[in-house]
Structure formats: C-alpha cells, structure tokens
C-alpha cells in the first residue's frame, strides 16, 4: 500500500498563491490531487501519469490557475495553486496509484482555506 505524506496548505486571501507537495512511499504510476468542500463531493484537480505521453488531467475549475508538476524521483507531485478564489477553499488529498487498475492510496488532506 503507498503511503502519502502532504505539506502545504494554510489561509490566504484571494489571488494569492499556495504550493502544495506530496511525497509516496515509492515509485508510483499515477499521482496527483483531489478536493472535497464541506457539502460537495470529492472532486479531481490534477493528476499526472507516467507513462510514455505523461498524461496530465486538470480539473475544469482550476485550469490555467493550477500547475502540477512531478519531482525528479517520480513519487514527488507539487500542485502550484495561483488566483485563488474563494470557491478553491476545501480540503486537499493527494491520490496516488502504485500501478495501472490498482486501487489508489488517499493522504490524510490539507486544509486550503481563501478568504478575505
């Protein structure tokens, strides 16, 4: 099972920008982050893959404002969250899957908190 261990997160204002890392237990195939907010279902904001294209899917609600980028050892993501908005508050997870058509791992969330 992949252990995730999450670091960032914390209270901003609205157009600030937050960084968001996430370290797995080893390599992995697929890694990135969810969201949830109180009263709303879980939902994707970006994941990265690794294969031979290394896919990345953003949310619709934070492209073009939220980067996901991978670490050199390949079980590192960071989430680059820019313009922050007030509907970007919620809790963040990181996802990751060891290998294709496994169940993914869940991190324990960090909060994200924009208001002004």
């Known amino acids: 099972q992949v252990q995730l261990v999450e670091s960032g997160g914390g209270l901003v204002q609205p157009g600030d920008s937050l960084r968001l890392s996430c370290t797995a237990s080893?390599?992995?195939?697929?890694m990135g982050w969810y969201r949830q907010a109180p009263g709303k279902q879980r939902e994707l904001v970006a994941l990265?893959?690794?294969?031979?294209?290394?896919?990345?899917t953003y949310g619709d609600s934070v492209k073009g404002r939220f980067t996901i980028s991978r670490g050199a050892a390949k079980n590192t993501v960071d989430l680059q969250m820019n313009n922050l908005r007030p509907e970007d508050t919620a809790v963040y997870y990181c996802?990751?899957?060891?290998?294709?058509?496994?169940?993914?791992?869940w991190g324990q969330g960090t909060q994200v908190t924009v208001t002004s």
């Open positions: 996802y990751a899957q060891r290998r294709s058509g496994q169940v993914g791992a």
């Open positions: 080893g390599s992995v195939f697929r």
């Open positions: 990265i893959t690794d294969n031979l294209a290394n896919i990345v």
